[in-house]
């Protein structure tokens, strides 16, 4: 049954009684050490630290974005039980930041340079002292401030507020974009295993603190049936604690085990398959093998938005879309802000139903962030109650307040 809903702002589209998810599910997921997930994570705190400096000197979170953040992978040389940096990883800073308010300058090189040295240096000490930091931000408006006399148009402050009270979400919120947020509930148990084995191996937990070989770079391809697990995983080890070829293939025979004990325990019965680092020629020592813990010290490269959604997921038989949330301002950047609300939404809708439940919020640039020109909600139970559904859309599209205060005082782990 469809049902469709006048609201203030666009249309609500409530779908009941829409077919659950089918078993089969491929699941990507990229792990802490990931140069895209490095990029995505580093963008975010530039973000943060951003808003937090701005909150504090002027009381308000100031324009910027730091969501076309890249990292360039530097060079190195890998031996058994050895290993350097030869060339540094490039850090370019892309984005805009208001470099003023009021007349009062703010240190924005002077934050982001920190932010990124302290990044670094807990997520990938080895390389902390390896940065080739390029900053490309500025302060430039968005299209529309027409000259039409000797008046300054509006959004030519838009970076360059006289005070806060120049920021127009200050009144009122309005999105920034055309853009699309996506959310679903609830994960399978195969999903639910992805990210904890990513996290296992990546983070910090009982395996890597007592495997200093294991690096972070991880990531993870899977395939499920509803039976049977098939899975590809690459999994590095850091070549200071590895003194040779045997040695290797021991360490990559632990993770294994680790692998198949814990598919035992978060899917009983199930078959599950692992191939673990495909690519390795160990007769020819050509193996995942790094100084660093992850790739990103010899070649590869890192994109804001091309790693793991806001749910920590890449799911390409389920709804998402391509947002890059990491590093937008958290104030009125609906690819941010909608992804995340769109995936709490559909977990309380599934709470609530008692089934599958999927959520979209579509925006129209310049239009109320709270007024989305289209919602739909897709709920696999047939029996619901429209008003409840219509209660928990209105919570959702009032608590962006809210939302915005948990990203900046760092409530949100995004991916």
């Known amino acids: 049954m469809r049902k469709s809903i006048t609201t203030e702002g ?10 659950e998810p089918e078993a089969t599910t491929i699941v990507e997921r990229k792990g802490l050490g990931h140069p895209d997930t490095l990029a995505d994570h580093l963008a975010e705190r530039l973000s ?10 002027f009381g308000a979170v100031l324009h ?12 190195s040389e ?54 080739d930091i390029t900053f490309n931000i500025t302060s430039n408006s968005s299209p529309g401030a027409v000259l039409t006399g000797d008046a300054v148009p509006d959004r030519t402050r838009w970076f360059n507020p006289r005070s806060i009270d120049d920021l127009r979400e200050r009144r009122v919120r309005l999105s920034n974009d055309t853009s699309l947020g996506t959310g679903w509930a609830p994960e399978n148990a195969f999903e639910s295993f992805v990210r904890e084995l990513v996290n296992h ?4 937990s009982d395996f890597t603190l007592s495997h200093a070989w294991c690096g972070s770079d991880v990531k993870l391809m899977g ?22 070829r045997a040695e290797y293939v021991r360490n990559a025979e632990s993770v294994l085990a680790e692998c198949h004990r814990m598919a035992g325990l978060r899917l009983p019965g199930a078959q599950a398959r692992f191939r673990l680092n495909a690519r390795d020629v160990p007769e020819k020592d050509e193996l995942y093998l790094t100084y660093t813990g992850s790739s990103i010290e010899s070649g590869d490269e890192g994109v804001v938005g091309r ?5 920590g997921l890449i799911t390409p038989l389920r709804p998402m879309n391509l947002e890059g949330a990491n590093g937008k301002n958290p104030v009125y950047h609906v690819g941010k802000l909608y992804n995340i609300a769109a995936q709490r939404l559909a977990e309380r809708l599934h709470e609530a139903t008692n089934g599958h439940a999927e959520v979209h919020l579509v925006s129209t640039t310049g239009q109320r962030l709270d007024q989305p020109w289209r919602i739909l909600v897709r709920l696999s139970s047939p029996d619901v109650e429209t008003d409840k559904v219509q209660a928990l859309v209105a919570e959702a599209l009032e608590g962006f307040p809210a939302l915005t205060d948990e990203l ?4 949100i782990v995004l991916s």
Request: charged fraction near 25%.
């Open 408 to 411: 900046v005082s760092d409530g």
């Open 307 to 311: 790693g793991n959604r806001v749910n």
């Open 64 to 75: 910027h974005n730091f969501d076309k953040l890249a990292l360039l992978g530097g060079a």
């Open 201 to 204: 191996f990546s983070g910090e």
């Open 78 to 131: 890998v031996r058994y039980g050895a290993g350097r940096m030869t060339a540094p990883v490039r850090v370019l800073v892309n984005g805009r930041a208001a470099p003023m308010c009021g007349g009062e300058k703010i240190p924005v090189k002077e934050i982001v340079e920190a932010e990124v040295r302290a990044f670094f240096a807990e997520r990938l000490p080895e390389v902390s002292d390896h940065l």
């Open 223 to 244: 395939y499920w049936d509803g039976d049977q697990a098939d899975v590809v995983l690459c999994v590095p080890q850091k070549s200071r604690h590895v003194g040779s």
């Open 48 to 57: 943060r630290a951003y808003s937090h400096h701005t909150v504090q000197r």
């Open 10 to 19: 666009g249309f609500l589209s409530i779908e009941t009684g829409t077919t």
